[in-house]
Structures are given as C-alpha cells and as structure tokens.
C-alpha cells in the first residue's frame, strides 16, 4: 500500500471534522438543513484554512444521493466520487492558471447542460479574483440567471479584488485563520491515529510554523515524521525547521538582564559559527519576548506544558513591562533592517547593542538618544539631570510674539500647561501638547496623533477657557494634530519623575518623541552620552 500523505489522508470529509471554521460550518448547516440554499457562496480567507476542502464538503452535501444534507453520507457513488476527485458533475476551476474570458465561455457553455449524474453542477473557482476583468463579465451573465441546476462556490485569499457586482451575488463565508491552539491539538489528535509520537514541544514548533494554515501544518508533520524516522522529537523538528536552539536565546536574554556585552556578543559569534540565520534568531527572540511579556502579565496565558516555562519566568522577573516593550520592538526593526545592515552579523550584533544601549546604567542614569538623523533644533542631549527638553518647539519669531503679549508668558508652554486651571482630559490637552505658535492672541498646539482622543471640541473648550482666564483675554485656540518633538509637559514630568528613580528605559517608553525617532528616522542611542543625575 502505498503511503499517502497526512494532508491528504487527513483532508476533512464532513462539516463536523472541519476544524476551527464552526462558524461558517453552523450557517451552512443550517441553510442545508432548511433547504435554503444560494446559487453562488464565496469562501475567503488565507491560503491553507479549507476553503476548497470546505467547497468539495458542501459539493457533497448538494449531490449526496441520500438528499440535500448537511451530513453527506460519504459512502455513495456521488460522495466518493467527490472525494475521489472524478465526480462528472463537480467542475473544479483554478482561477490563478484560467484567467481568461475563454474559460469563462467553456463554463457557460457547460452550465446550459443539466448534470448527469448529481442534483446540482457545481463549479468550484479558486482563486477566482484572478480572473481578469472579461472573464468576470461573462461570468456576471450566468449569475443573473443562473440554471436551477448550477452552483457557483468561489474561493478567495482576497476578495477586494473580485468586483462588487459578483459578490453582491455571493452568499459569503469568512474562514478564520486557525489558531496555534487547535493546530498543536489537531496535530496531536491525527498523531494519535497513525499511532506515531511526538514531543509536544515538537508540535507547538510545527503549530507556529504553519502559521495558521493546517494544510501547512500537516505537511511539515509529514517532513518532520520522515526526517525525525521515529518519535517526532523538538531537536529533529528544530532542525528541519532552521529554527533557533532556544538555548542561544536564553543566553542572549540572560546576558542582557545582566548587561553583559562581552556575554551577549560571544553568543553572537558562536552562532554564527554554527551559521545560523540571524533572520530567524531575531524573530524567535521576539517571540520569546512576547512569552516572557505574557508571563509578567496574564502567567496563565502561558501553557503549562513549555518545555522552558521555567527560564521564561526567571527573566520575567528580571525585565520590568517597559524593558520587554522595547527589546521587542528592537528586534522588530533589526528584523526588518538585516538587509540593509552591512551584513547578518553586523545587523544582529548591532540590535542587541541597542538593546543594550537602552538600559539604565548603574549610576541610573538615563540613556536617550543622542543620534537621531532629523531631531528638532536642539534637543540633542538631553540631561537627565535637568531632564527638561532642550529646546522650545515654538520658532523664535512665536517667541517674540509672545514676548510681546506680557511677561506672564515666557515661551515655556509645559510650564504653563501645568500652571493652568484645569483638570481631567483638558489637562492632559495642555500637558500633552507642544507649542506651535503663539502671537499672543491665537496658539497652535501640536498634539501627537497616539493622544489625538484628547482634541476632542469639549476638552478644547475647556483648555481655551482656561487661557482666557490666564492671559486675561480670549485666546484662540488650534490644535494640530501630527508629529510633536516632545516639548511637553508630560513628557519632562516623566522624563524628570523616572531619572528620579533611575528608571531610564520608562520615559523612553512613554515618550512619543522617542518612539517616533525610533520608529521614523531609525534614531540608535550612544551610551556614552549618558551622563549620570
Ligand atoms: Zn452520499
């Protein structure tokens, strides 16, 4: 006997062993069982979730020679033969290699003639937002008015691109990506039946992989069965996969709660040697990141059964929340910059630095960056010590202006927003913005687009009200929402409260001014600019 593929083996037969689609499952069960059935359903979703496997189920459902049934026997000529593939009735179209308006016609050629041998002819078009635009026409005559014997399933990965006129046509089914969840489980169920074994952290690793597509999953089972020949363990599956020894990880991760470069960067090397690639490396370590983030936050999200659930709760307690932030978000952006960096190694090695770099020194002092490629006028460094943004965001001519308007006003806006009488979200107005311009009777506020909730008209009104009640006269107010430098109030608060404890990395964090930086210019921090408080 020939082997046959688990994917295949295992492809599901019937609604009920379709896994994770319970929803549409549901609606169309019940349509079945009600006899309300639609000439064209479109099925959407990413590759590898069922939409064909679900095509071919409800195939069966309509030609099932037992009746319309939501529960197809699978045991007659129509059910097995659909199963089978060569059942006369079932047209099944990749739309992806028959784009054109003449395989349209073919297939209205043959919707003219009535099945012979099922109830319905049902046409099965994959991929169908491939077809071009001709094709779609043709096909629009035939869903108008379309034979009582004929139906359309249509399957789609991306259904902005099919025309509204067809989907308005369609009765649509949304297919969920599977979870890891019911992947690892499925995985370990059809292990069971084909009496193989697996480590279960050989499956989470297949589960992940397979990124929410169980025909992806089943496949790489299948790699994994040949290439472990016996008991599907992590170490055979980790190597079939590239995947990184999570051990480099730990280390990297532990060296890194104890700063140690020299530690950080000979894990570096050794992987290197072993010509691992740093591509994954950086992904899995941000994966690990979002698990050791989970364990400080929800500790039961975790699962139990982690083979290194341990070492993932001893560096929880050794980050705090925010330190975990940005050590993800580092190995985000090394991720996406490795191929611009001058090579692998160089581009790995540089985002732990950063990750390095952005860290407390032990004299807490804080680290910000001081290498920004486009930073507002002066706000280089910035002292903790001092810890008020260096520069005003306001231009000097605004400064005179201001000037001009009394001496109650002396340009410093995050000064004066906490001066100002108000409270609750119109605070957060003032303390959030910077200062744009102020002639002394109309002020423009800059308002990053993270807190634009708070220019909402009442908070506005408030903010203005209590101007008026400042400078003695009506100010009008504009609030500008887009990219602040971070000359706020709330942002020296921070910056001055967290240099108090030594927690460097929290005002980062917090401050939109250096996610911007980070995110939009690449901005990197120099250690040394550090200066202790
Ligand atoms: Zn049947």
């Known amino acids: 006997m020939s082997y046959q593929v688990l994917a295949r083996k295992w492809r599901p037969r019937t609604f009920s062993s379709l896994v994770g689609q319970e929803h549409v499952v549901r609606a169309l069960t019940h349509a079945l069982e009600q006899n309300r059935l639609h000439h064209a359903y479109l099925f959407t979703g990413t590759r590898g979730v069922g939409k064909t496997t679900l095509a071919r189920i409800l195939a069966k459902a309509l030609n099932c020679e037992t009746g319309i049934t939501a529960t197809p026997c699978g045991i007659c000529s129509a059910c097995t033969e659909i199963d089978s593939g060569r059942f006369v009735d079932l047209i099944e179209i990749d739309a992806a290699t028959n784009t054109g308006i003449d395989n349209m016609r073919e297939l209205q050629d043959n919707a003219v003639y009535a099945p012979t041998r099922g109830r319905f002819k049902v046409f099965v078009i994959d991929e169908v937002h491939m077809l071009s635009k001709q094709a779609f026409n043709s096909m629009l005559k035939t ?13 789609t990965t991306d259904p902005q691109k099919i025309p509204v006129t067809v989907l308005s046509r369609c009765l649509q ?56 020949g016996g008991k599907v363990s992590e170490e055979a599956v980790r190597a079939m996969l590239g995947a990184i020894d999570q051990d480099y990880l730990f280390r990297l991760l532990d060296a890194l709660a104890q700063q140690d470069i020299k530690a950080m ?14 591509d994954s490396a950086l992904q899995d370590l941000a994966a690990l990141l979002h698990q ?18 341990e070492r993932i709760l001893a560096l929880a307690r050794q980050f705090d929340a925010e330190e975990l932030q940005l050590h993800y978000q580092i190995a985000l952006h090394g991720r996406r910059d490795l191929p611009l960096a001058p090579d692998e190694y160089a581009g790995f090695s540089m ?13 807490g002092a804080v680290a910000v960056p001081a ?18 943004p260096a520069a005003p965001a306001f231009r000097p001519e605004a400064r005179s202006a201001a000037d001009a308007a009394g001496a109650a006003f002396d340009g410093d806006w995050p000064k004066l927003a906490n001066q100002l009488k108000v409270s609750g979200v119109a605070r957060q107005l003032a303390q959030q913005s910077e200062l744009r311009n102020f002639d002394g009777e109309s002020m423009e506020l800059g308002l990053a687009h993270s807190a634009k909730h708070l220019a ?5 009104d408030k903010l203005r009200a209590a101007l008026h009640g400042y400078f003695g006269k009506p100010v009008a107010l ?12 709330a942002v020296q608060a921070q910056t001055e409260r967290q240099a108090r404890q030594g927690k460097a990395l929290e005002a980062i964090q917090g401050d939109a001014f250096v996610r911007e930086l980070m995110d939009n210019f690449d901005a990197t921090i120099v250690g040394d600019s550090v200066k202790p408080s």
């Open 265 to 278: 960067l000979a894990v570096a090397d050794e992987m290197e040697s072993r010509s691992l690639s740093f």
């Open 351 to 363: 985002s732990l630095m950063r990750m390095l770099a952005f860290r407390p020194d032990q004299a």
């Open 292 to 309: 050791i983030a989970l364990a400080q936050s929800a500790p039961d999200a975790l699962g139990q059964d982690l083979p290194e659930r």
């Open 478 to 489: 504009k609030i500008v929402i887009g990219e602040i430098s971070g000359n706020t109030a």
């Open 456 to 460: 909402e008209r009442i908070y506005q």
């Open 173 to 228: 089914f949304n297919l969920k990506q599977m979870s890891r969840e019911a992947i690892y489980e499925h995985l370990g169920y059809i292990l069971q039946q084909e009496k193989t074994t697996a480590e279960p952290a050989a499956l989470r690793l297949i589960a992940h992989a397979a990124q929410g597509s169980m025909r992806d999953a089943l496949s790489l089972l299948d790699q994994a069965i040949a290439y472990a």
């Open 143 to 155: 869903f108008e008015e379309p034979p009582e014997h004929i139906k359309f399933i249509l399957a």
């Open 371 to 388: 290498s920004a490629k486009k930073k507002p006028e002066g706000a280089a460094v910035q002292d903790p010590g001092t810890a008020a």
